[in-house]
């Protein structure tokens, strides 16, 4: 049997007196999209970094595909798309050049574009349907068009296993529709896909799993038992996919 894509088992991260990740023990297989859910602060940021091995586990383990998630990520297994409050938008990088950037751990120390990368990234960019906007400034992309880029850059670095951080936030629904066709071809062609978001309403159409996290994980099932009105309110205290009053 192989391994999961991402396994973790028992993690606690803690910030000096703040504990960010108590006892976390979840596991995501292969070709699978993943919707990680909670209320800001609640571990999930950390919970990513801890896959990326950005962070030290105070105790636990985390494995990607069987390995340690260091040298997961410097083989480029892992791919992260970053909230768009991350990113300097105004650096000179042209959309096609943030692509290539993927491709950098398979260029060696000269960073010097092969045949192969420039194939790699132009494929992604055609994925995502940016191909046209390949010599564009980033900062001047749409947010939709931003968070497609961030894609595809982990396309071109093929990534199995893509860690997303709020892809649906401040983009229209055009663009959602096409992220979420996209993150489902990406699943059915056997990557792992982990998605934190706040928009609820997305996941059912989106997720083959969710997982409900407030510094420990509170349920991990289908979509549809996670998002459960007395299930969300362990998290939220209330039911977030409410109705609003009419003003």
Known sequence: MSAPAVAVAGL?????EVTALSEVSLEIGAARVC??????????STLFKAVMGLVRPDRGTVLVGGEPPARARRSGAVGYVPQSESVDWTFPLSVG?????????????????????????????????????AGRQIGALSGGQRKRAFVARALAQDASVLLLDEPFAGIDKRSEATMTRLLRELAAAGRTVVVSTHELRALPRLCDEAVLLKNAVLAHGDPASVLHP???????????LAEEPAA
């Open 230 to 240: 007395d299930t969300l309110a362990l998290a939220f205290g209330l039911d977030p």
């Open 97 to 133: 050049e943030v692509v290539m950037t993927g491709r950098y751990g398979r260029m060696g120390w000269t960073r010097r574009p092969r045949a192969a990368d420039r194939a790699a990234a132009a494929a992604a960019l055609e994925r995502v349907e940016l191909a046209d906007l």
């Open 35 to 44: 919707g990680l859910v909670g209320m800001n602060g609640s571990g999930k």
């Open 12 to 16: 606690t991260v803690r910030y000096g």
